[in-house]
C-alpha cells in the first residue's frame, strides 16, 4: 500500500498487489471501502477471465468505473 498527499492535500491510495505486475491507483482515501467492493468485483470477473497480467494499471479513481491501461 502506497499513501501520498497529507497536510494540505487530500491523502491518496495505491496498492501494488503480489500476484500480477499492475498498480491498483484507488485515489483519494475517501470511500475506500465502496472501492475495494468494486476492485473484488473486477477481479472476480474479468481478471479470471482475462489473467493477472491483462493491464500495467487499475484505476478506481472514478466513482463507478474502472479504468485499466
Known amino acids: 500500500i ?3 498527499g497529507g ?3 487530500p491523502m491518496q491510495v495505491a496498492i501494488v ?3 500480477g ?3 491498483v491507483d484507488m ?3 475517501q470511500r475506500l471501502e465502496g472501492r475495494l ?3 473484488r468485483r473486477f477481479y472476480n470477473k474479468a481478471l479470471t ?3 493477472w497480467d491483462s493491464y500495467r494499471s487499475i484505476s478506481l ?3 463507478g468505473q474502472v479504468v485499466c491501461r
Request: proline share 4%.
Open 61 to 63: 479513481r472514478y466513482d
Open 27 to 29: 485515489g483519494y482515501a
Open 2 to 4: 502506497v499513501l501520498s
Open 7 to 9: 497536510g494540505d492535500e
Open 21 to 23: 505486475s499492475f498498480v
Open 37 to 39: 467492493a468494486v476492485l
Open 49 to 51: 477471465n482475462l489473467g
Open 17 to 19: 498487489p503480489r500476484s
